[in-house]
């Protein structure tokens, strides 16, 4: 075990969960590594049946929740893992919402006491990040983890980790992406993708400091954007200052989120971590 940064590729696939057979699959895509959401148990038990039905994917959770997954149990099953494929598993870890978890605390407490536990029962800071939006956890992630694994987010807050974390860490936002040259279809699928978030506090918070006003997230359930500016990779909100950072043609496509400064690529899933960033 190690704390060397990790190296998932350039992308990976994020999502509820795949079988065993789907990961093969994604693998021979040349995909990186499977990020599994949902926050899953802390048995994590679906984790080595991937990593035996392939050869170099990795699999990294996206994210578990502090307040349902114990950490002591956690740990037991990273080393589980660990042991098993060495190097193939990196454990994401977010703090939960407010709305959704009766257990919950100031966020900063909460998650060092949580590390200071994963530190005691072993699991290294080189195979762990943290889900973070706001510049506290950032930091936060930069000082205790690997890096930071957040989700619904812009490139601009891409931008701003990298600037808080430094230029090591690993950082690997999630963003979403909608495969069609239909803007109307891509604005409904945008909609719909993010209306889990619009009644979490700490999506909006973050939504607000990157300068989205109070009224915009609700707005976006009522009625389409004013327009969808149509780049290789396009914003479901105008961008006045989108520009692609690469001359490389990318497949026509429309982002179901904001905005400026994206980066082009000849390779998209529905919804990818970019490790690179």
Same mark, same amino acid.
């Given at each position: 075990?190690?704390?060397?940064?990790?190296?998932?590729?350039?992308?990976?696939?994020?999502?509820?969960?795949?079988?065993?057979?789907?990961?093969?699959?994604?693998?021979?895509?040349?995909?990186?590594?499977?990020?599994?959401?949902?926050?899953?148990?802390?048995?994590?038990?679906?984790?080595?049946?991937?990593?035996?039905?392939?050869? $170099?994917?990795?699999?990294? $959770?996206?994210?578990?929740?502090?307040?349902?997954?114990?950490?002591?149990?956690?740990? #037991?099953?990273?080393?589980?893992?660990?042991?098993?494929?060495?190097?193939?598993?990196?454990?994401?870890? !977010?703090?939960?919402?407010?709305?959704?978890? #009766? #257990?919950?605390?100031?966020?900063?407490?909460? @998650?060092?006491?949580?590390?200071?536990?994963?530190?005691?029962?072993?699991?290294?800071?080189?195979?762990?990040?943290?889900?973070?939006?706001?510049?506290?956890?950032?930091?936060?992630?930069?000082?205790?983890?690997?890096?930071?694994?957040?989700?619904?987010?812009?490139?601009?807050?891409?931008?701003?980790?990298?600037?808080?974390?430094? =230029?090591?860490?690993?950082?690997? =936002?999630?963003?979403? !992406?909608?495969?069609?040259?239909?803007? #109307?279809?891509?604005?409904?699928?945008?909609?719909?993708?993010?209306? @889990?978030?619009?009644?979490?506090?700490?999506?909006?918070?973050?939504?607000?400091?990157?300068?989205? $006003?109070?009224?915009?997230?609700?707005?976006?359930?009522?009625?389409?954007?004013?327009? +969808?500016?149509?780049?290789?990779?396009? !914003?479901?909100?105008?961008?006045?200052?989108? &520009? =692609? &950072?690469? &001359? $490389?043609?990318?497949?026509?496509?429309?982002? +179901?989120? +904001?905005?400026?400064?994206?980066?082009?690529?000849?390779?998209?899933?529905?919804?990818?971590?970019?490790?690179?960033?």
């Amino acid at each position: 075990m190690t704390n060397i940064k990790p190296n998932l590729g350039r992308f990976g696939v994020f999502g509820t969960g795949v079988t065993p057979d789907q990961a093969k699959d994604i693998e021979a895509l040349g995909y990186g590594a499977v990020w599994v959401a949902g926050s899953p148990p802390a048995e994590l038990d679906w984790v080595e049946p991937i990593l035996d039905n392939t050869t $170099t994917l990795q699999v990294a $959770t996206g994210v578990i929740n502090i307040w349902s997954a114990d950490a002591g149990r956690v740990a #037991e099953s990273f080393h589980r893992i660990e042991k098993a494929h060495p190097g193939r598993f990196l454990l994401g870890i !977010a703090v939960g919402h407010p709305e959704a978890d #009766e #257990e919950f605390r100031k966020p900063i407490d909460a @998650i060092n006491d949580y590390l200071d536990k994963l530190d005691e029962y072993g699991v290294p800071k080189g195979r762990r990040v943290l889900a973070a939006l706001g510049p506290q956890l950032l930091k936060l992630s930069a000082r205790r983890t690997a890096g930071t694994h957040p989700a619904n987010t812009t490139p601009e807050h891409t931008a701003q980790a990298r600037q808080a974390l430094g =230029p090591d860490a690993f950082i690997a =936002p999630a963003h979403k !992406a909608v495969l069609t040259t239909d803007a #109307e279809k891509a604005r409904a699928v945008g909609r719909k993708a993010l209306d @889990i978030y619009l009644d979490l506090t700490n999506y909006l918070n973050s939504l607000k400091r990157l300068g989205f $006003t109070d009224d915009e997230p609700h707005q976006a359930r009522q009625r389409p954007p004013r327009r +969808c500016t149509h780049l290789p990779t396009a !914003a479901l909100r105008p961008s006045r200052r989108a &520009s =692609p &950072s690469t &001359s $490389t043609p990318a497949p026509t496509m429309y982002l +179901c989120k +904001c905005s400026p400064n994206l980066k082009t690529s000849s390779r998209h899933s529905p919804n990818w971590p970019d490790h690179s960033a």
